[in-house]
Every structure is written in C-alpha cells, then in structure tokens.
C-alpha cells in the first residue's frame, strides 16, 4: 500500500534497524520484516486518523454551539460561554496538532509522539463533555437526559472517526461518558442508578466494537503494506532478472561474435600458414631462376613475378596478425609518447577529410606493447575514421586514460580478464554504423567500403594486435552519429623494459670470420615435402652439405647416427608428436654445440619456445644465407 509519509517510516525503520545493530541485538530477516510491517501499519493508522480528525473537530464545534443555543433560556449563560469557549480552544489545538502533523508528514519526519498528542487531546475534549455534562448544566431530568443523549451520539461518532486510533477512541469515550454516569449512579434513585449502568455498559459495548474495528483495519493495513511490499520485491527481482538476462545476452553475443572470430582466426592462420609454405616454393624458385636468367625481357617477368608474391606474402602477414600469430616485441613504453611522436603522421592521413584532436595528459601511461605493431593499428584506426567523415568534413579525437576494470567491467571487452590498462579512444563524427555492420567489423574481408578503397583487413589486423597483446577492443556506433572504438592494453609500472609475449626474429651479428659452407653439415626438417625439396635445393645452392628429415622422430635418429651435423633446420609446426621446438631442445641434448635455426609458416606461434634463432616464412634466398650465415658464425 502507498502511502504519503511512507519515506518517513522508512528512514525511522532505518534507524530503529540500525539502533537494534548497534545495541547487539541480531534480528532475523523475518523478525525485521515485522517490525517494519508493524510501524507502517502504525503509521498508516495515525495518517487516517489525522484524515479525518478535520470531521470530529467540526463536528465538535457545531454540536457544542448547537447544545450552548439550546440551554441559553437556562440562567447559566456565562457558564455555557465559558465551556463553549474551552472548548473552542481545544479545538483549535487540536487543529493545529493536524497542521503540524501534515506538515511533518510531507517532510518526512515522524520524530513526535503522534498518537499520543492525538490522544490527550481526545481525552481533554472528552472530559470538557463529561464535566461539563455533571457541572455545567442542569439538574432537571430533561437536560440530564438530553445531555446524556448527546454525549452517547458523539461517543458513537468518535468510533467511526477515531476507529484506526484505539488509544484516541477510548480516551474519549472515558472521559466524556463516565462522569456523567458517576452523576447519575450518585443520585441514588432506581431510574438514574439504571441510566448509569446503562451508560457503562454503552461505554464498554462501544470501547470493545472499537477495539476489535481497530484490529480488524490494523490486519487489513497490514495486509495491504505486505502484499505492497512484496509487489515492490517482486518487481525489483524482475527489474534485476531483465537486467541479468539483458547482460547475459549481450554476454552470448560476444561470446559468439568472439568464437566466430576465434574459428576465423583459427581458419585464417591455418590457410595462411600454407599459403606462406607455397609461396615459399613460389619465392625460393623465383630467386634461384633469376640468378640463372640474363638481363633482359625474362628478368623483368620474374621480377613482376617475384612483386607479385612478395604482395601475397603481405596479404599472408595481415591474415596472421588477425588469427593472432604475428611476432610482437612486447616492452614497457609511454603510450602518451609514442602517440605524440606519431602525431604528425596521423594528422597527414585525415587532412583531407577533416580535423584531428588529440587528449593526452601530461603524465606518462606506460603500458605493454609493440611500438610499431601499435602504430600500424593506430594508423589503421585513424584512417578508418577519416574514411567515414561527411564530405564537408568532420573530427577526429584520439584520447588516452588509464583505466582499472573489474570482473563485471571487463566481461564488456572480448577476451579481457580484470586489472588495470590503458585505453585508447579513436572517436569520430561520422557516418557511424547500423548494428548488422557493427556484426561483422573485425572479420577479415569484409568491407563497407568502394571496391578498390580497402581490403577489409585493416580493423581485422587491430583485433588480433590488442587481442595478442593481452588487451582487447570494443566499438560502439549508431548511424548518423559516429563511432566509438576503445583499445585496451596492459599498464605498465614503468620501472621494466619489459617481457615478450612473442619475441622478435633473432638478428645475430656477422661474426669477422667466414664460415665455408662445404664443412657444414645442415640437417632439414620439414613434413611437407615440395617446401623440404626447396629447403634443401636452397641450402645446397649455398654450398651447405644437405640432410633431410620429415618429422622429428626422423630427426632426431640421424642425429644419433651422423656425426658430421653441424645445423639444425626446422619447421616449427609438424607432425607425429614433436614440433620443431620441442626437436630442437631433444636435439640440444644430444649435442650441445649443435646450432639451430627454427622456421614457420606462422609468424611464431606464441606457445613456442623460440630461444632459438628464427627465419619467417616465406624467406628469400638471399635472407637465408645471411641468417645460415649469422647463426653458423654466432658463438
């Protein structure tokens, strides 16, 4: 049940809960909930009785003026106007007791005793009946019998208005029909001794329907508040269940858009690890054709050729950066600085399209990251957002801000567990997105963009950068009002230079002595057997005496049976159990002046151990006699 000083039995119910803790006593949740229910029924008693106080009072005032009318004739005229106006002040106290009350209701307040105000006051108007019926008026029977009447009609009144007020009721049938009953019980005669009796048993009659009228609403009230109170519960449990199913879908929705993007991921790689293993063929071949072919029209094709696969080997290292096998650098740097010392080269890409702001701060944001690896997706973030700015042009903000997320915080951000990052916030006043594209964003290959004007590569490639950094990214945007995109990455305390989530190809320096490679013995090991032909025609061309292996069992049984081995080639990812790091350190064992150099389609996948030197796939001729070169001369 609403009612209007409901906020203030609330805060009273709030301090009565909070006295009971702080005095020791332990209230179980029902024994809380009663006394709750109990003061509001209490108060929602004092709030009717005070609603219609306003009619007992009139009727009181117009009763004792009709009653002082009626008895003028009677030679006790200053008697009456001095009853009158007791009474006429009585009411007026009375009435400014409501005042008071209803404006202590609209604040709140339920600090004074209420219904012990209401019922001293009933009592004083009850008495000035009661006393002034025995003193004030007549002794002739038909005043006596008149007055009795009129005390016994405003006694009945008092129970239908003071009703949900015992206290107030019962002070007022006391006082205003027991002195009169005592007059007439002190008369003595039969007929009065009767009246008395008869006006005790009216008082007591009305004193008990009273009471049990009292009970009656004091049960209905409270039924009321309960079944309030528990409607309010209920909503509120169904206002958390939308807000937690609400959260859990949106919670299924990433999950699924993030193992779609997982298994895309997991299928791009897969294709573009052997894409780079053809086109290792394609590039290898290339490059022991050229040093075959004399200049002229033949060079020039495979030359065209050679561009033609070195874009496809771009293409691949895009594809690997989305499925999250690109090799990241990972070191602890000022975020705020590399974005400033990039600046100049963002403001340059979107000067045709609008403007540029960049929010900072002056203090560093040391976080972990690939500097370059960071500025290409900066780079491709920028650009996406000048691509979207009106033809009249538009804004770009490029904000920084260090940020700690909790566990409820960090399930908004695919793949992110709670700590503390650093956000990077690419906003724009463009076109925005409807919530179908928004669907399909960080896909590789998918473009909104004119035929020609993109490959739809570049936000796929700033996914798989913050995903493999140990951030994440998150894009909000509606149509017509711009996009939103949020990349976080690991913050930094700034005192390390910090650990490699995957680290960089190994660059060994030329040492001053020359290795002749007809006393190396190197031993190649690759599953797929066009890339091990090549490998190995490769590593002969260079004058290297060749072994080759398909597997790492193969692998590791030569070495146990030649003695002349003096490098270890391997693919990273092949069969039978054993990948190419795990060979390495079984290989490390048996000899460990044994020199190895690891290669892959992949651009080293995080789980290697790639404490060994490292050549990516594809490589050209040229690359692999220098790296056979630096590692066979690093000591």
Same mark, same amino acid.
Request: charged content about 20%; hydrophobic content about 45%.
């Given at each position: 049940?609403?009612?209007?000083?409901?906020?203030?039995?609330?805060?009273?119910?709030?301090?009565?809960?909070?006295?009971?803790?702080?005095?020791?006593?332990?209230? !179980?949740?029902?024994?809380?909930?009663? =006394?709750?229910?109990?003061?509001?029924?209490?108060?929602?008693?004092?709030?009717?009785?005070?609603?219609?106080?306003?009619?007992?009072?009139?009727?009181?005032?117009?009763?004792?003026?009709?009653?002082?009318?009626?008895?003028?004739?009677?030679?006790?005229?200053?008697?009456?106007?001095?009853?009158?106006?007791?009474?006429?002040?009585?009411?007026?106290?009375? %009435?400014?007791?409501?005042?008071?009350?209803?404006?202590?209701?609209?604040?709140?307040?339920?600090?004074? @005793?209420?219904? $012990?105000?209401?019922?001293?006051?009933?009592?004083?108007?009850?008495?000035?009946?009661?006393?002034?019926?025995?003193?004030?008026?007549?002794?002739?029977?038909?005043?006596?019998?008149?007055?009795?009447?009129?005390?016994?009609?405003?006694?009945?009144?008092?129970?239908?208005?003071?009703?949900?007020?015992?206290?107030?009721?019962? $002070?007022?049938?006391?006082? %205003?029909?027991?002195?009169?009953?005592?007059?007439?019980?002190?008369?003595?005669?039969? @007929?009065?001794?009767?009246?008395?009796?008869?006006?005790?048993?009216?008082?007591?009659?009305?004193?008990?329907?009273?009471?049990?009228?009292?009970?009656?609403?004091?049960?209905?009230?409270?039924?009321?508040?309960?079944?309030?109170?528990?409607?309010?519960?209920?909503? *509120?449990?169904?206002?958390?269940?939308?807000?937690?199913?609400?959260?859990?879908?949106?919670?299924?929705?990433?999950?699924?858009?993030?193992?779609?993007?997982?298994?895309?991921?997991?299928?791009?790689?897969?294709?573009? #690890?052997?894409?780079?293993?053809?086109?290792?063929?394609?590039?290898?071949?290339?490059?022991?054709?050229?040093?075959? +072919?004399?200049?002229? !029209?033949?060079?020039?094709?495979?030359?065209?050729?050679?561009?033609?696969?070195?874009?496809?080997?771009?293409?691949?290292?895009?594809?690997?950066?989305?499925?999250?096998?690109?090799?990241?650098?990972?070191?602890?740097?000022?975020?705020?600085?590399?974005?400033?010392?990039? &600046?100049?080269?963002?403001?340059?890409?979107?000067?045709?399209?609008?403007?540029?702001?960049?929010?900072?701060?002056?203090?560093?944001?040391?976080?972990?990251?690939?500097?370059? #690896?960071?500025?290409?997706?900066?780079?491709?973030?920028?650009?996406?957002?000048?691509?979207?700015?009106?033809?009249?042009?538009?804004?770009?903000?490029?904000?920084?801000?260090?940020?700690?997320?909790?566990?409820?915080? *960090? $399930?908004?951000?695919?793949?992110?567990?709670?700590?503390?990052?650093?956000?990077?916030?690419?906003?724009?006043?463009?076109?925005?997105?409807?919530?179908?594209?928004? =669907?399909?964003?960080?896909?590789?290959?998918?473009?909104?963009?004119?035929?020609?004007?993109?490959?739809?590569?570049?936000?796929?490639? +700033?996914?798989?950068?913050?995903?493999?950094?140990?951030? &994440?990214?998150?894009?909000?945007?509606?149509?017509?009002?711009?996009?939103?995109?949020?990349?976080?990455?690991?913050?930094?305390?700034?005192?390390?230079?910090?650990?490699?989530?995957?680290?960089?190809? +190994?660059?060994? =320096?030329?040492? !001053?002595?020359?290795?002749?490679?007809?006393?190396?013995?190197?031993?190649? +090991?690759?599953?797929?057997?066009?890339?091990?032909?090549?490998?190995?025609?490769?590593?002969?061309?260079?004058?290297?005496?060749?072994?080759?292996?398909?597997?790492?069992?193969?692998?590791?049984?030569?070495?146990?049976?030649? *003695?002349?081995?003096?490098?270890?080639?391997?693919?990273?990812?092949?069969?039978?159990?054993?990948?190419?790091?795990?060979?390495?350190? =079984? %290989?490390?064992?048996?000899?460990?002046?044994?020199?190895?150099?690891?290669?892959?389609?992949?651009?080293?996948?995080?789980?290697?151990?790639? !404490?060994?030197?490292?050549?990516?796939?594809?490589?050209?001729?040229?690359?692999? $006699?220098?790296?056979?070169?630096?590692?066979?001369?690093?000591?």
């Amino acid at each position: 049940m609403e009612h209007r000083i409901g906020a203030g039995n609330h805060k009273r119910d709030q301090r009565e809960a909070r006295g009971a803790s702080a005095s020791g006593t332990d209230l !179980a949740p029902e024994d809380t909930a009663d =006394e709750h229910s109990s003061a509001a029924v209490h108060s929602d008693q004092l709030r009717i009785l005070f609603t219609q106080a306003p009619i007992a009072l009139a009727v009181n005032v117009i009763v004792a003026s009709m009653m002082a009318a009626a008895l003028v004739p009677v030679d006790q005229r200053r008697y009456l106007v001095f009853w009158l106006g007791l009474m006429s002040v009585t009411i007026a106290l009375r %009435a400014l007791l409501c005042l008071w009350y209803s404006r202590a209701a609209k604040a709140g307040s339920s600090a004074p @005793p209420w219904g $012990a105000y209401s019922a001293l006051g009933s009592g004083v108007t009850g008495a000035l009946w009661g006393i002034g019926g025995v003193l004030l008026f007549p002794d002739a029977d038909r005043y006596q019998m008149f007055i009795a009447l009129t005390i016994a009609g405003m006694c009945a009144g008092a129970v239908a208005v003071n009703v949900s007020h015992f206290p107030t009721l019962l $002070a007022f049938i006391v006082t %205003a029909i027991f002195p009169l009953a005592l007059r007439f019980a002190l008369k003595a005669t039969t @007929p009065d001794e009767m009246l008395a009796g008869m006006m005790v048993v009216f008082a007591v009659a009305l004193a008990f329907a009273g009471y049990n009228f009292n009970r009656s609403m004091a049960e209905t009230l409270r039924l009321r508040i309960d079944l309030a109170r528990n409607a309010r519960a209920l909503e *509120a449990t169904n206002i958390q269940l939308r807000d937690e199913s609400r959260h859990r879908r949106a919670a299924e929705d990433m999950l699924r858009r993030v193992e779609k993007l997982d298994a895309l991921g997991r299928l791009t790689g897969g294709l573009a #690890h052997d894409f780079n293993n053809l086109l290792q063929i394609i590039i290898g071949n290339l490059d022991l054709l050229r040093s075959r +072919v004399t200049p002229g !029209a033949g060079e020039r094709l495979l030359v065209a050729a050679h561009e033609g696969a070195d874009r496809a080997a771009k293409l691949t290292h895009s594809l690997l950066a989305f499925a999250r096998d690109q090799q990241l650098g990972v070191e602890v740097e000022d975020l705020n600085a590399i974005i400033e010392d990039f &600046s100049e080269l963002l403001r340059d890409a979107v000067r045709e399209n609008g403007t540029i702001g960049f929010a900072l701060g002056a203090q560093p944001l040391f976080c972990l990251v690939d500097t370059t #690896h960071f500025q290409t997706a900066l780079l491709n973030l920028v650009l996406n957002a000048g691509q979207a700015l009106p033809p009249q042009g538009g804004h770009i903000a490029v904000a920084t801000q260090r940020v700690g997320l909790d566990e409820r915080q *960090a $399930a908004e951000y695919p793949n992110l567990k709670p700590g503390s990052y650093v956000m990077v916030t690419v906003s724009d006043t463009g076109k925005g997105m409807s919530p179908e594209v928004m =669907e399909h964003v960080f896909e590789p290959f998918y473009t909104t963009k004119e035929i020609g004007k993109g490959s739809g590569l570049g936000l796929s490639q +700033v996914w798989g950068f913050a995903i493999q950094s140990g951030g &994440s990214i998150a894009m909000t945007s509606r149509p017509n009002e711009g996009t939103t995109v949020r990349m976080l990455l690991p913050a930094a305390d700034g005192r390390s230079s910090a650990a490699a989530i995957s680290p960089r190809r +190994v660059a060994v =320096e030329p040492a !001053a002595a020359v290795v002749k490679p007809e006393s190396v013995t190197v031993l190649v +090991v690759e599953d797929e057997p066009a890339v091990r032909s090549f490998m190995a025609k490769g590593v002969g061309e260079l004058g290297y005496r060749v072994l080759t292996a398909a597997d790492g069992p193969s692998a590791l049984r030569l070495l146990r049976e030649r *003695a002349t081995i003096n490098l270890l080639f391997s693919d990273i990812m092949m069969p039978n159990g054993i990948r190419g790091d795990e060979l390495a350190k =079984e %290989a490390r064992k048996l000899r460990p002046e044994l020199k190895v150099l690891l290669t892959s389609g992949y651009s080293a996948r995080p789980e290697a151990d790639l !404490a060994f030197p490292f050549l990516q796939k594809p490589f050209s001729h040229r690359e692999l $006699a220098q790296t056979l070169g630096d590692v066979l001369a690093d000591d």
